[in-house]
């Protein structure tokens, strides 16, 4: 078409050609472009499966060299004022890269300030040509700035629509790959900070398995005592059952009139067997599994563990949970943390004994859980520091200062919230709102 532009023409004939070369550009678009742009959503899709930046790189490279039929090719990153680097490379060797990696970064000014958009076939390079190949070389800019140029190698002739199909592909492949350059120097730039918050993650959940640990110990006389109780009758029902083999002449209906010592004894066994498996599931440690469970199933395991020891402390636990209290979501041995550290918090600071309440009702799309005591309350400038690691009013000692630094942190993982409420000498009363469960 442009020699028409510099020759006289039949106007017949230059409208034909104008028509020719339509079709052209149109069939271009239909076919050869279904595929650049189809490969282009699956670098898209690749990127946000996994973001491996040096992946992502080597894809774009390839899909290039096959939109340009190019049997060798390389893409150079801008790293810093002067560095760059070849973070793809495709049939070129070492030193092969290096040199057209020097005569691109002293031929890239005429790209500088222009926006991606702007990058058409005719705005791209022609280096490291020869006669039988041509060199094409096609920038990615961001904000004006070089932040990549893309390299592939052409046999010559170079076909017309090869470097209008290139920058196309460019610039429809922009905006990904800044994302990926953004975020692999977001990491390095970033990667003390991130081994620091793995390490914390870490430190909190051997924080949170020290502080469920620390409170079975605080169980464990009361628990203890609670073994006791049932081992004591299993050994007299055992005792009992053995008095009587050792009379003479037993019959089958005297063993069966006899059969409730077996039977009594077999059910303590079965209570303690109980309590030693509630207890094992709260101390070891959770998996991070989010499933509905039942709260007032989940409040008789936590009363199997306390009920012993806050009966010697003069305690009452008063449920007022209904059956038809929806499911919640959330991991039970967490949740069954949270309220065993609520209790106990409540326990110690009712020393002459008293009443708690555990009170469930629905809140919108939430459950709320109310532990309710009427012990010796918290003074008001301690409230705001509740929740704070290391914080206590315990005497030294006595406790870790973590229980409800913990237990908040386990409610908000579960998107849930926790407030408290205190009057001094009067009680407090904890609040939890937790999500229900739903299909």
């Known amino acids: ?60 490279l390839a899909t290039a060299m096959s939109i340009t039929a190019a049997k060798q090719g390389a893409l150079y990153i801008h790293l810093s004022a002067d560095h760059w680097e070849p973070a793809a490379t495709e049939g070129l060797s070492q030193s092969e890269a290096a040199t057209i990696m020097d005569q691109l970064t002293k031929d890239i000014v005429s790209w500088i300030g222009i926006r991606q958009q ?79 918050h793995a390490a914390l993650e870490k430190l909190h959940e051997e924080l949170k398995q020290s502080t469920k640990l620390a409170c079975v110990g605080e169980l464990a006389a009361g628990i203890v005592h609670e073994i006791n109780t049932p081992l004591t009758c ?52 959770e998996s991070k599994i989010f499933q509905p469970f039942r709260l007032d199933e989940l409040m008789h395991r936590v009363s199997s563990l306390l009920q012993k020891q806050f009966d010697q402390s003069n305690i009452q636990i008063v449920y007022n949970i209904s059956d038809t209290t929806p499911l919640i979501l959330g991991s039970i041995s967490q949740i069954q943390q949270v309220l065993m550290n609520l209790l106990v918090n409540s326990k110690n600071a009712m020393p002459n004994g008293g009443t708690i309440e555990i009170r469930a009702e629905v809140a919108g799309n939430r459950v709320k859980i109310s532990v309710i005591d009427n012990g010796m309350g918290i003074a008001p400038e301690n409230i705001g520091h509740l929740f704070e690691p290391f914080f206590t009013t315990n005497p030294a000692g006595k406790g870790t200062g973590l229980g409800l630094s913990i237990t908040k942190k386990i409610v908000q993982e579960h998107g849930g919230e926790i407030f408290v409420t205190s009057e001094l000498h009067q009680g407090t009363i904890f609040t939890i709102f937790l999500p229900i469960a739903t299909n």
Not at 18 to 23: D, E, F, I, L
Not at 131 to 145: I, K, M, N, S, V
Not at 165 to 191: K, T, W, Y
Not at 241 to 255: C, M, Y
């Open 234 to 285: 299993i050994s007299g029902f055992i005792q009992l059952f053995l008095r009587f083999l050792d009379k003479p002449n037993i019959t089958l209906i005297d063993l069966q009139k006899n059969r409730e010592y077996l039977t009594k004894a077999l059910d303590e066994a079965q209570r303690c067997q109980q309590i030693i498996r509630d207890l094992l599931m709260f101390s070891r440690k």
């Open 1 to 60: 078409i442009f020699d028409y532009l510099t020759k006289p023409v039949d106007l017949k004939q230059l409208m034909d050609t104008v028509q020719r070369a339509a079709q052209q550009v149109e069939k271009l678009r239909q076919n050869q472009m279904l595929q650049p742009v189809s490969q282009v959503w699956q670098i898209a899709q690749l990127l946000d499966k996994n973001l491996a930046t040096e992946k992502l790189l080597r894809e774009v």
């Open 118 to 196: 702007e990058i058409t076939g005719k705005a791209l390079k022609l280096l490291g040509c020869s006669e039988e190949q041509q060199g094409l070389a096609a920038p990615f800019l961001r904000d004006g700035h070089i932040v990549a140029v893309l390299w592939v190698r052409i046999s010559a002739p170079i076909q017309i629509h090869t470097p209008g199909l290139l920058a196309v592909f460019c610039n429809q492949i922009a905006p990904v790959l800044n994302m990926a350059l953004g975020i692999s120097r977001l990491l390095q730039d970033h990667e003390e900070a991130i081994k620091a």
